[in-house]
């Protein structure tokens, strides 16, 4: 059994940005504490201003504060979080027996747990739609509302078989977060449409000023 950490970038590091220190303040406390035997950063070059990628500019913040004992790999490729959970994929090397849990910003909880779904467990979207219409139906009561579930999982997280998505709070801005709900329901569609998936890709290039 290893226990495995994955935490997904969300920008370059600065650590004069207060929730992204913390949020990475926390990734290397849980796998302290938890006696995390690999973490695996992921996030690629999406600030055209410096060579950093996102992994790298995260990895020589944290490795300073992380157990001598853990190892640490890197994805510097992904610029999208589904590309984030594909290319950590052989990084992470899940086996049923190991323990992973996966740090995100809290907005984008769902739509990670969907792509570890359906890159690391390589379920059909049928599948992984009707888990997800089970998760919706059994929550989303007059009991438990939208707001208490948006709640619930927003400090508890997601759970599927041996693997955890960690939400954290990076982004404060509502206006911000009401628009990555649009973002990531073209962000699930695209991995069903090859043509969508390009534009997609090509459209967060265009937003962070990358070429080609």
Not at 178 to 200: C, G, H, R, T, W
Request: include cysteine.
């Amino acid at each position: 059994m290893a226990r495995i950490a994955l935490l997904v970038g969300s920008g370059v590091f600065d650590a004069g940005a207060k929730n992204y220190k913390n949020y990475v303040e926390e990734f290397a406390d849980f796998a302290n504490k938890n006696k995390v035997d690999r973490v695996v950063i992921s996030g690629g070059h999406t600030n055209p201003k410096v060579d950093d990628s996102e992994a790298s500019s995260i990895k020589a913040y944290i490795a300073p504060r992380l157990n001598k004992k853990i190892k640490i790999l890197t994805e510097g490729k992904s610029i999208t979080a589904s590309q984030s959970i594909k290319f950590a994929k052989p990084l992470v090397s899940i086996r049923p027996s190991d323990d992973v849990t996966v740090f995100c910003d809290a907005s984008i909880a769902i739509k990670v747990m969907w792509f570890i779904m359906h890159y690391w467990f390589e379920m059909s979207r049928d599948q992984i739609e009707r888990d997800a219409l089970g998760f919706v139906t059994t929550h989303y009561t007059k009991k438990n509302g939208a707001e208490s579930m948006g709640k619930w999982i927003g400090v508890t997280g997601v759970l599927y078989k041996n693997v955890e998505v960690h939400p954290c709070v990076i982004n404060t801005n509502v206006h911000s977060a009401i628009a990555q709900q649009l973002v990531s329901l073209v962000d699930v569609a695209a991995l069903y449409n090859p043509e969508l998936q390009k534009s997609f890709v090509d459209a967060t290039k265009e937003r962070y000023g990358l070429k080609g």
